[in-house]
């Protein structure tokens, strides 16, 4: 399906990123993995390269930092030659209350989840313009695009505005036969579940989900596979909801305030 297609994929090093990686192995795609940790990059690209035969290289960049996202992906053109998807996942998700939010929290959260979209986007669609072909699929979320979210204020806002982004870029690259669309998914498993804590928060969130369970990240990365893919191909500016179906619930009690007890922030990727 991605056979001698090259996919630029941020976030690589762990959650939905990881999983996109694998995914797009599997379809014979060669890629540029993108992420702020260059060990947990390294492992994911000795894995594939066991596994798969495609050619993968990685650079590590914080997306919020216009520059260095600049040269990583300027560095898998060098490679390539080419770049034709980008499958784009790199966010953060603290939670405070709005009376708790910090106003550092709130500029870090936007910083990386929106203007790093910003700056990741101008960075690639010079060479997809050149070459006037492309595929972007952004990683965003219900949060803020379908529903609000308590004590996600920051991460809610960050996502709506990445999906006003993408509807943006969809028009502005069309011309170029370039297509944007972006990923909406609910609560993803991207996390061990270790700890009595954790496997509390796991169960009062499925438990009000009509599946009674989370989205696994496979689940994430074969629908954003289906975006990149020709199978999608009049689909444009487009979010695609992976929710279970919890956004067609009538009254959608989305996090129980149990929930909210929990301070700080949810569980990290391995």
Same mark, same amino acid.
């Given at each position: 399906m991605l056979e001698k297609k090259v996919a630029v994929i941020t976030g690589a090093g762990s959650g939905i990123g990881r999983s996109v990686a694998t995914v797009f192995a599997e379809q014979k795609a060669n890629m540029l993995l993108i992420g702020r940790d260059e060990e947990k990059l390294k492992r994911v690209q000795t894995e594939i390269q066991r596994n798969h035969k495609v050619d993968v290289i990685i650079a590590s960049a914080d997306v919020g930092n216009s520059s260095a996202i600049k040269k990583a992906i300027e560095k898998g053109h060098h490679h390539f030659g080419s770049l034709d998807i980008l499958s784009h996942n790199a966010a953060i998700f603290p939670r405070s209350l709005l009376t708790d939010l910090q106003e550092a929290e709130w500029n870090d959260v936007l910083r990386i989840n929106l203007s790093g979209t910003l700056y990741t986007l101008q960075a690639i669609q010079p060479f997809m313009i050149e070459q006037k072909s492309g595929n972007i699929v952004l990683t965003s979320s219900v949060a803020g695009t379908v529903f609000g979210l308590p004590a996600m204020a920051s991460y809610a806002a960050s996502k709506a505005g990445l999906d006003g982004l993408m509807k943006t870029a969809a028009l502005e690259l069309s011309p170029y036969h370039i297509r944007v669309n972006s990923v909406c998914p609910s609560a993803t498993l991207t996390f061990e579940v270790d700890t009595p804590e954790k496997q509390e928060i796991v169960n009062r969130v499925a438990a009000v989900n009509p599946l009674k369970r989370w989205a696994t990240p496979r689940e994430v990365a074969t629908s954003i596979l289906f975006l990149a893919s020709d199978l999608s191909s009049y689909i444009n500016g487009h979010?695609?909801?992976?929710? !279970? !179906?919890?956004?067609?619930?009538?009254?959608?009690?989305?996090?129980? &305030?149990?929930?909210?007890?929990?301070? !700080?922030?949810? &569980?990290?990727? &391995?």
């Open positions: 979010c695609l909801v992976i929710d !279970g !179906g919890q956004s067609a619930l009538a009254e959608p009690h989305h996090i129980s &305030p149990e929930y909210l007890e929990n301070h !700080g922030t949810r &569980p990290k990727s &391995p």
